[in-house]
């Protein structure tokens, strides 16, 4: 059974980085390297937005995440990596982990709250 396993999230003043990971447990490792990973999150009060995807045609990122996010993929580990950098309190919120294999089913992490404020 596939799980994705986030870890990372915490709180920061603005300005602050964090480290967010996701490792794709009972996944085999060719499934993996062949998925797209990647990160969406939901502010309060606000719908699930796209932060960034990461496939073997390249990566989508969001405006807001432009200069500032990084998306590392670790294929071995099975560990997919978002370096958030420059936070603002706009970027709060619960991030979630996703990935969808070649012919699918997608998959959600569970979340993990990110809180900036100062």
């Known amino acids: 059974?596939?799980?994705?396993?986030?870890?990372?999230?915490?709180?920061?003043?603005?300005?602050?980085?964090?480290?967010?990971?996701c490792r794709g447990s009972?996944?085999?490792?060719?499934?993996?390297?062949?998925?797209t990973m990647g990160w969406y999150r939901q502010a309060p009060g606000k719908q699930r937005?796209?932060?960034?995807?990461?496939?073997?045609?390249?990566?989508?990122?969001?405006?807001?995440?432009?200069g500032r996010f990084t998306i590392?993929?670790?294929?071995?580990?099975?560990?997919v990596h978002l370096q958030l950098n420059n936070l603002a309190p706009e970027d709060t919120g619960v991030y979630y982990c996703y990935a969808l294999p070649s012919g699918g089913p997608e998959y959600w992490g569970q979340g993990t709250q990110v809180s900036v404020s100062s």
């Open 26 to 35: 009972g996944m085999i490792l060719s499934t993996f390297t062949a998925s």
């Open 49 to 66: 937005e796209l932060v960034v995807l990461s496939s073997r045609s390249g990566t989508t990122m969001s405006d807001s995440a432009k």
């Open 1 to 21: 059974q596939v799980q994705l396993v986030e870890s990372g999230g915490g709180s920061v003043q603005p300005g602050g980085s964090l480290k967010l990971s």
């Open 72 to 79: 590392s993929r670790d294929n071995t580990r099975k560990t």
